[in-house]
Nanobody
């Protein structure tokens, strides 16, 4: 699976952005998907995950209620709608994929379980 993330940019506090992750190469709906982010000088952290069908999702506490993850298996895409953005959301955002019939929050957080990663897309939130 090849993943291509896009949609990052510069936005003011309180603004919104929509990130997209386009997948190619293999059957997209065999893969659970996730978003991670990495701020300058910090480690990469879990943001959100979605199962193969799109029926089960998880979020980090820091983004719960503000971000929404979704996927369109017919279009081989995954999205992250980010609302009410804060300066602390500033980071490079990465999409990732792993084969999984079901997902749990703990499993979704484990970066080592993801086989495929896209390049980062930068999100900068100005105060």
């Amino acid at each position: 699976v090849q993943l291509q993330a896009s949609g990052g940019g510069l936005v003011q506090t309180g603004g919104s952005l929509r990130l997209s992750c386009a997948a190619s190469g293999r059957t997209f709906d065999n893969y659970a998907m996730a978003w991670f982010r990495q701020a300058p000088g910090q480690g990469r952290e879990f943001v959100s995950a979605i199962d193969r069908s799109g029926g089960r999702t998880f979020y980090a506490d820091s983004v719960k209620g503000r971000f929404t993850i979704s996927r369109d298996n017919a279009k081989n895409t995954m999205s992250l709608q980010m609302n009410s953005l804060k300066p602390e959301d500033t980071a490079a955002y990465y999409c990732a994929a792993r084969r999984a019939s079901g997902i749990t929050l703990e499993g979704s957080r484990a970066q080592g379980r993801y086989t495929y990663w896209g390049q980062g897309t930068q999100v900068t939130v100005s105060s």
